[in-house]
């Protein structure tokens, strides 16, 4: 069942501003946090940066990811509204601060926090994005998860069982799927930008093939009535996952055959291998900067 959702834009600014450093944000007054009830006590919300998961119950509290800090009073107060409280346990999908950037205040409010091990390497030792222009610093501290897991673990949280699992290179090299099998919700992070080209952090370990296999092995285990929560876009269903990753194939397809002939990334990118996607998905990464993307992860 696909969930009514009116159909937002993203734009570049929406996104890129939760990569940029607090100091040049816009005023986060503006921004609003909306819910919605996905399945049981499971919602997604939204505002700015990345997608939050939340799991709400007897038990407590479980959020999945949190965009930077500044947005913590607001989905604070919207959990609240939910009828839960400060997270007792998070998990983070990714190391990028548009979705980690809770965590040090969530921490001081007594969440543990779950991610897979090379979240915290790269947390701890500090890394850059050139594409973004962005440096971190290491960090440390409540920074940083609190349980570092290789391959994955299961939670039992709520009457929820939650799978927790690493699905290999694809965004990053420490992405986490989040699976809540009863409710049959999935949170993939940034292995999806739902109706929005993605980036891909090559510098940090990601890897476009990875990323379709990822979504391959995702897909193999959610069914199609599974709600599917993106890092960034609308919630959408397995439909809306199984196309974006048949479209992420056929682009990259089109770039290793002419890879294979010899052409040039010049050539390659003249030659549009996106052009039937590029309505509706450009706007945060542009179509020509997407099949760079690609074209330096198939070459050498
Ligand atoms: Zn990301």
């Known amino acids: 069942m696909k969930t009514a959702i009116p159909k937002i834009v993203i734009s570049a600014a ?6 940029l450093p607090t100091s040049l944000l816009a005023q986060t007054d503006e921004i609003t946090i909306s819910a919605q009830q ?24 479980l959020q999945v990811d949190h965009p930077n800090a500044e947005l913590y009073p607001k989905t604070a107060e919207k959990i609240k509204e939910l009828g839960g409280g400060p997270a007792r346990i998070l ?8 979705h980690t950037g ?3 205040l969530i921490s001081q409010s007594g969440a543990v926090t779950i991610a897979h091990e090379n979240v915290r390497k790269r947390q701890m030792s500090g890394n850059s994005i050139a594409y973004f222009q962005i440096q971190h610093p290491p960090l440390s501290g409540q920074w940083l998860p609190d349980i570092a897991f290789e391959i994955g673990l299961t939670l039992h949280f709520n009457g929820e069982e939650i799978e927790v699992y690493h699905v290999g290179p694809a965004h990053t090299d420490g992405d986490a799927v989040v699976y809540f ?8 992070g940034d292995i999806f930008f739902n109706e929005i080209y993605p980036f891909i952090d090559l510098e940090n370990g990601g890897n476009f093939e990875g990323l379709i296999k990822a979504i391959d092995d995702i897909l193999a285990k959610i069914n199609e009535n599974t709600h599917v929560i993106p890092g960034h876009g609308p919630v959408t269903d397995y439909a809306g996952f199984k196309a974006y990753r048949d479209m992420l194939a056929t682009i990259m397809n089109r770039v290793q055959g002419m890879v294979d002939d010899g052409r040039s990334l010049e050539e390659i990118i003249a030659a549009k291998p996106t052009v039937e996607f590029d309505e509706g998905n450009q706007g945060f990464i542009p179509a020509d900067d997407l099949v760079k993307f690609v074209y330096d992860d198939l070459t050498p």
């Open 14 to 19: 929406l996104v890129l501003s939760v990569l």
């Open 38 to 61: 996905l399945a049981g006590n499971v919602y997604m919300l939204s505002g700015r940066g990345g997608n939050i998961g939340v799991l709400i119950g007897e038990d407590g509290t």
């Open 91 to 98: 998990v983070n999908t990714h190391y990028h601060l548009d």
């Open 102 to 104: 809770g965590n040090e």
């Open 181 to 188: 099998k009863n409710a049959n919700v999935v949170h993939v």
